[in-house]
C-alpha cells in the first residue's frame, strides 16, 4: 500500500458488519493497524462463520455489538457518524440456501435494504464496501470471467448477493450514497470457521490434512478455481474504500493464477506434511450448483485501484497452517467451549 494510503484511516470510524466472521475480522485487525476506529455489527448466528477469537488480538480496541443487521434501530444507530461501512454480514452457504432460502432473502437482501435505508436517512456521505461473490456469474462463459459476464446465478445464496449488490449500487447512483462492489472468488486463510464442510471448501481441507483425515476430491478433480489468501482480499477491501474512481464500480477479487482441485490438495498436503486425499462422486446436490471451471480477470481492479494479489498458493497454505495449528482448540471448539477459553 503506498504511504498516504497507509494514512487514510487514522482516525477515521469504520462499521463492519460482519466484523466477528472470517473476512470481517481480518479486516478488523487490519483497519484498526491503519488507526480506524472500528465498530463490529455482528449476531453470532451459530453455524455462520463468528467466533469470538477472531477479533482477540483487537479485542480493547473495537466496539463489538452483538446485534443483527434486520434489526432497523440498531443499524440506524450503529451508522450515524462513520466515514466507511464495510457490509460483510450475510448467510454465506450455497448449500444451505438449497434446503432453505429465507435466511438469504432476509439477510442478504432484506438487511442490506436496512442498511442502505439507514444510511439514506442518517448518514449519506458514508462510504460503503459490499463483498459479493464470484457465484453471481454462474457457469462461465468464458474464462478468464471479467465484470461484463452474464450473471445467471445457480443458487439462492448467489441470487441473494446479486440482489444485495443491485441494492447497493440503486443508493449509489440515486441516492449518492458512494460504494464499491466486489464479487470475491474462493477466499482462505487464518479466522475461517473450521467446524463444518459447507461451506470455506479450502479452509476445510486444511482441517481435514492437519486431522489426518482424508480429503475427497469430487469428479476427477480437474476443475478450475483461483483462491486468494485472506490478506490479499483485505487489501483489495482496504484499498478500494480509498479510491473516488472506484466508487458505483463492481470488481472481481481474486487470484489471477487458476488452479484444479487436485493441484489444490496436493499442495495443501505437501505444505502441511500430513494428510491424504482420493476421488469421490459429486452429492447430487453439489452437482447441481457446480458451476465448472471459474477463476477471476482482475485486470480491471488493478487499472482503477492498483490492487494485485501477492500471496503464492503454498506461501499462503503455509501461513494458513501455521495459524490452525496454532490456535486449533479455538476453532476445532463449539462457540461455548471458545467462550470458556477466552475468560480464562
Ligand atoms: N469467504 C469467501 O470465500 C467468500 C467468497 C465470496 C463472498 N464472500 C462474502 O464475504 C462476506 C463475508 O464472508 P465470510 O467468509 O467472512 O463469512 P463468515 O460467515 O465467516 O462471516 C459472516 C459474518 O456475518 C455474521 N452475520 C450473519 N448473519 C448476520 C445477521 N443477520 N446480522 C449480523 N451479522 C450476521 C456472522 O455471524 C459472521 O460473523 C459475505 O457476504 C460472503 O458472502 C465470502
Partial sequence: ??????????????????????????????????GAKVTILDSMIPDYGGNEFNVFPIRDKVRINYCDIRDEN?????????DYVFHLAGQVCHLMSLSNPFPDIEINITGTAILMEALRKHNKDAIVVYTGTRGQYGA?????????????????YEISNLSAEKIIKVYNDVH???????RLSNIYGPR???????????????RLALDNETIKVFGDGSILRDFLYAD??????VQSALVPE???????????????????????????????????????????????????DVSKIAKIVGWKPTTSLEEGLAK??????????????NANEIAVALKS
Fill in 1 to 34: 500500500m503506498a504511504a498516504s494510503t497507509a494514512n487514510s484511516f487514522v482516525g477515521k470510524s469504520v462499521l463492519i458488519t460482519g466484523g466477528m466472521g472470517f473476512i470481517g475480522s481480518n479486516l478488523a485487525i487490519r483497519l484498526s493497524e491503519l
Fill in 74 to 82: 440498531a443499524v440506524t444507530y450503529l451508522v450515524r457518524d462513520q
Fill in 140 to 156: 462461465s462463459v468464458s474464462l478468464p470471467v471479467n465484470e461484463e459476464a452474464p450473471t445467471n446465478p445457480k443458487g439462492i
Fill in 176 to 182: 449518492g450514497i458512494r460504494s464499491v462492489l466486489l
Fill in 192 to 206: 475461517s470457521q473450521m467446524k463444518h464442510s459447507r461451506f470455506g471448501v479450502c479452509n476445510w481441507f486444511v
Fill in 232 to 237: 490479499d482480499c483485505i487489501e483489495a477491501i
Fill in 246 to 296: 472506484a466508487y458505483g464500480e463492481i470488481f472481481n477479487v481474486g487470484s489471477d493464477i487458476p488452479v484444479n482441485f487436485i493441484e489444490l490438495v496436493k499442495t495443501i498436503v505437501k505444505v502441511a506434511q500430513q494428510g491424504k486425499w482420493e476421488y469421490a462422486e459429486f452429492s447430487p446436490e453439489r452437482k447441481a450448483q457446480e458451476p465448472g471451471d471459474f477463476y477471476s
Fill in 320 to 333: 494458513t497452517i501455521e495459524f490452525y495449528r496454532k490456535h486449533r482448540e479455538m476453532y476445532w471448539a
